[in-house]
């Protein structure tokens, strides 16, 4: 896909404000001036943290008493196993990497938004998800798989945003771990890390962590 840039730190610090990147900083203790650009500010936090020691410290930006739930939030490690059809979507022209995972829920679908969907389907980097809340299930095969091609399963026509099929399959959500079983990406396995739920909506995002 053109205008994909495959950079898995910078992928993951983007999904975060100058503050919650300066919070980031001293928490990791890093001896750094904070710049007054958000870009600068995350170049210069890849040149001293790895990214193992990113996600470590994304892991806690967000801390919540431990044993407790965020109030008025059912996040995805609390309902029961789920199992069903999944497809991957892309839907931006202008941002080429965001995308769609929509999980087969009974009667409808859910829709998490991906960060970065590439990254995601290579099942080796950590990815930002956010729930995007429940969608008519006619909108699980409702995308192009080629320009002015709809997927033969589909019940529905496509949004206006002409969503593109990037990969499709089954999945299990259990216990905080979700996994997949897809066409062309074959095995996906995640554990889901609350991050915190986000102001306003009451819906959660998460980080994805990769399962070897």
Sequence with gaps: MQGIHLQPAQNLLENFTRAEL???????????????????????????????????????LFPRPKGRR????????????LHGDATVQVYSPSKPALGLLLLEHGAACRA???????????????????????????RLYAAFTRPGQVHPDAEAAPPRSKPFMLDEGEYQLRNSR???????????????????????????????????
């Excluded at 020691?53 to 806690?60: L, N, Y």
């Excluded at 059912?74 to 196993?81: I, T």
């Excluded at 998490?112 to 006619?138: K, Q």
């Excluded at 996994?179 to 095995?187: A, F, I, Q, T, V």
């Design 22 to 60: 300066a919070r980031l900083v001293r928490r990791a203790k890093l001896d750094l001036e904070i710049p007054r650009s958000r870009a600068a500010l995350i170049n210069a936090i890849t040149r001293y943290l790895s990214l193992d020691d990113i996600v470590d410290a994304i892991s806690g």
């Design 70 to 81: 965020v109030k008025g939030l059912v996040g995805l490690d609390q309902l029961p196993p």
């Design 112 to 138: 998490l938004a991906l960060s970065n969907a590439p990254l995601f389907l290579e099942n080796r980097w950590p990815v930002v998800l956010r729930d995007a809340g429940m969608l008519p299930r006619t």
């Design 178 to 212: 979700l996994r997949l079983e897809l066409k062309h990406s074959g095995p996906l396995s995640f554990h889901l890390v609350l991050l915190r739920a986000r102001p306003g909506t009451g819906r959660a995002e998460y980080l994805l962590e990769p399962i070897a």
